[in-house]
């Protein structure tokens, strides 16, 4: 059973940066796309970003609304997927979560695939 955690949430200025941690445990990552998810209060989930099992070659995809600002980055050797968040914006507060999708696809990703592990998320909060 796949377990992910994430960890780097907190409390930043319109402008400022977080760099969101999903920790993988229970299988190696290798075999698995990953995306990020967030949740603002009263609305329904929205795809944020994900990233193909692989690095070299892969893909990254991301909504319009984080483009250019926000990073997805994977380290399969730590079983860790990372989200880099630059030029935060209060529109950007919820909680972001990050889940799991296990694909015999190496290249490719797609935040509307049916991810299978989810994590317990973090709560971003940009506000001054």
């Known amino acids: 059973q796949l377990q992910l955690v994430e960890s780097g949430g907190g409390l930043v200025q319109p402008g400022g940066s977080l760099r969101l941690s999903c920790a993988v445990s229970g299988s190696t990552l290798d075999y698995y796309a990953i995306g990020w998810f967030r949740q603002a209060p009263g609305k329904e989930r929205e795809g944020v970003s994900c990233i193909s099992r692989i690095n070299s070659g892969g893909r990254t995809n991301y909504a319009d609304s984080v483009k250019g600002r926000f990073t997805i980055s994977r380290d399969n050797a730590k079983n860790t997927v990372y989200l880099q968040m630059n030029s935060l914006k209060p529109e950007d507060t919820a909680v972001y979560y990050c889940?799991?999708?296990?694909?015999?696809?190496?290249?490719?990703?797609?935040?509307?695939?049916?991810?299978?592990?989810w994590g317990q998320g973090t709560q971003v909060t940009v506000s001054s």
């Open positions: 889940a799991a999708v296990s694909t015999t696809v190496q290249t490719t990703c797609a935040m509307h695939w049916k991810y299978e592990y």
